[in-house]
């Protein structure tokens, strides 16, 4: 049986429900988070955990249960899952009232969703790197919350995935902001140049993680937004994410990367990166 968690509940997935005047369902009114899960142990879960409660208080919601409750419901999902590599995704929304855009009264719960799933490394890619596009930015302005309401960002991976690339490279004008389902750095010169935690990009945890790893070891970084036209004379280029870790891109727009293989930069951040995640979980 897989089990999920419907408003704390532990439940076979075959009987979870949500109803269907659910806010999250009609208006993506609801935030979320995706955390990887490896060797059955969550890899930099206080810090998912904590950016919920944020995005939660961003759109005036308050999370029924304290991060250290999750947290341990979220153990409990992996184990009785039996999940050893993977991830599991959780979900408030502001819960089930008749359709306004008002909120509702205060005595409304927010509905709680957590599953566990499956999701092997990517080492293929990894190793070799991938394709991507551009795509003009059309998200709204807060694009800090990482909030349900994902069309922008459907819409450019869409254009992506029939492009037969991994990713959208998204800018705002001539201004590169992130990817539209991860953050995007380029190396110019031994340099990591990636935009600032603003309302522009999500302060993706992987992206924070490479920045402490890159402070500890000296690596050299920026945080700046950056060009069109820095992107494309990047010596090298990178996406990150929880699910994808540290992703080489080696083409964007039908146009090589520096010589269109990973480079060293990015190959170092991936070894520590990984060194990282076997501190935390193990190996
Ligand atoms: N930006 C966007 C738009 C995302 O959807 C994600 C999450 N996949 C990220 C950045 C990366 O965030 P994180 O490292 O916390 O997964």
């Not at 988070?33 to 206080?46: A, L, P, Q, S, W």
């Not at 759109?59 to 050893?84: A, G, Q, V």
């Amino acid at each position: 049986m897989e089990c999920v968690i419907v408003d704390g509940e532990v439940l076979d997935r075959t009987v979870a429900k949500v109803d269907i005047e659910d806010r999250g369902y009609q208006f993506g009114d609801g935030v979320y988070e995706v955390i990887r899960i490896y060797n059955g142990k969550m890899f930099t879960g206080k810090e998912h955990l904590n950016r919920l409660v944020e995005s939660a208080e961003k759109i005036r919601m308050k999370l029924p249960f304290s991060t250290e409750e999750l947290e341990s419901k979220m153990e409990e999902l992996i184990s009785k899952n039996e999940l050893d590599t993977g991830i599991v995704y959780m979900q408030f929304t502001r819960g089930t009232s008749p359709r306004n855009h008002v909120f509702p009264a205060s005595d409304v719960a927010p509905t709680f969703v957590a599953y566990t799933r499956k999701v092997a490394r990517p080492v293929e890619s990894m190793e070799k790197g991938v394709r991507s596009i551009l795509d003009e930015d059309i998200r709204w302005l807060r694009c800090d919350i990482k909030s349900l309401n994902l069309l922008g960002n459907l819409l450019s991976k869409q254009k992506a995935a029939e492009a037969g690339c991994f990713e959208a490279i998204l800018h705002r004008g001539e201004t590169v902001t992130e990817g539209s389902h991860s953050n995007i750095s380029i190396v110019k010169d031994g340099v990591i140049i990636t935009h600032q935690a603003d309302n522009f990009i999500l302060n993706g945890i992987t992206r924070q993680k490479v920045l402490e790893i890159c402070s500890n070891e000296n690596i050299a970084f920026e945080e700046r937004a950056f060009t069109l036209d820095e992107l494309s004379s990047a010596d090298e280029v990178f996406s990150s994410g929880t699910t994808v870790e540290v992703m080489p891109i080696v083409e964007v727009d039908g146009k090589p990367v520096g010589n269109g293989e990973p480079g060293p930069v990015t190959r170092n951040l991936q070894n520590l990166f990984k060194a990282e995640i076997e501190r935390q979980c193990g190996n």
